[in-house]
């Protein structure tokens, strides 16, 4: 059972650069006891712009990989309820009243996954491998933690029982083709190296197979056509983090290789 003495809520959010997004998520958390962001030395306004909101505290930290700031970030928190927020989430009224109800009256779950609503641009994304999407949102500090073996895509190790909230959290995923390659980019990238400090080797079949069956998967089996221009471009992006992951680990061999003594 879960001890509810403290139903406050701890708002976290790692930033890096978003100053385009910061006023309207921060706007809409009146109900947070405390909000914090941790941000990795941003060099737009994004500081500028939380620190004019006077429940907002501001940590700069240097970013290691996902699953390190977001771990420091619950280090940071006064109360035991956290709520993660991406910069480029948004609560609906009604989740909004789901997540403070839930905290003030639970009293058997640890964590909540939230489904999401994915927005391509201003445009609901339907399909393209998105449709059950479930993530971690809402959760007892006592009682749950990032797990350290990845570097992107985090886990939350969950002590205790673990439910869903009915309503969707709202997903900015996609601003503009050149944002959304760069996240995908940098991703595949920290895949890579979770990869390669668990010593798997590069492999030319995987690195070719792999993204075009991701591709293929989303695009036609998980209905990605039917989203259109817009499935076409998500799906292509994903499937190119991927190939991102088997090029970049077969450079970190490389280069160790090249580093390693001669025999």
């Known amino acids: 059972?879960?001890?509810?003495?403290?139903?406050?809520?701890?708002?976290?959010?790692?930033?890096?650069?978003?100053?385009?997004?910061?006023?309207?998520?921060?706007?809409?958390?009146?109900?947070?006891?405390?909000?914090?962001?941790?941000?990795?030395?941003?060099?737009?306004?994004?500081?500028?712009?939380?620190?004019?909101?006077?429940?907002?505290?501001?940590?700069?930290?240097?970013?290691?990989?996902?699953?390190?700031?977001?771990n420091f970030a619950i280090s940071k928190a006064k109360n035991d309820w956290i709520l993660f927020l991406d910069a480029d989430e948004r609560l609906t009224p009604a989740l909004k009243n789901e997540i403070i109800s839930t905290v003030n009256t639970n009293q058997t779950y640890s964590a909540f996954l939230?489904?999401?609503?994915?927005?391509?641009?201003?445009?609901?994304?339907?399909?393209?491998g998105n449709q059950n999407d479930k993530i971690f949102r809402l959760f007892n500090k006592n009682h749950a933690a990032y797990t350290k073996e990845?570097?992107?895509?985090?886990?939350?190790?969950?002590?205790?029982?673990?439910?869903?909230?009915?309503?969707?959290?709202?997903?900015?995923?996609?601003?503009?083709?050149?944002?959304?390659?760069s996240k995908t980019i940098s991703y595949?990238?920290?895949?890579?190296?979770?990869?390669?400090?668990?010593?798997?080797?590069?492999?030319?079949?995987?690195?070719?197979?792999?993204p075009a069956y991701n591709f293929l998967f989303n695009y036609i089996v998980r209905l990605g056509f039917l989203d259109g221009k817009k499935g076409l471009i998500i799906c292509y992006l994903n499937a190119n983090s991927i190939h991102i992951r088997y090029q970049e680990l077969e450079q970190l061999w490389n280069t160790e290789g090249s580093l390693s003594p001669k025999q």
């Open 1 to 70: 059972m879960i001890n509810n003495h403290n139903t406050n809520i701890s708002v976290l959010i790692i930033t890096l650069n978003e100053e385009n997004q910061m006023k309207s998520l921060l706007d809409d958390l009146d109900f947070a006891d405390e909000i914090i962001v941790v941000d990795s030395f941003s060099t737009d306004k994004t500081e500028a712009i939380c620190k004019s909101f006077d429940k907002v505290t501001f940590v700069q930290n240097t970013f290691e990989n996902y699953s390190s700031q977001r």
């Open 114 to 128: 939230f489904y999401r609503t994915f927005m391509f641009k201003d445009q609901v994304l339907y399909f393209s």
């Open 150 to 181: 990845r570097l992107v895509h985090e886990k939350l190790k969950v002590s205790g029982k673990i439910g869903l909230l009915k309503n969707k959290l709202i997903h900015y995923s996609y601003s503009n083709f050149q944002a959304y390659k």
């Open 188 to 210: 595949g990238k920290f895949k890579a190296q979770e990869k390669f400090l668990k010593r798997q080797k590069p492999s030319i079949i995987l690195h070719f197979l792999h």
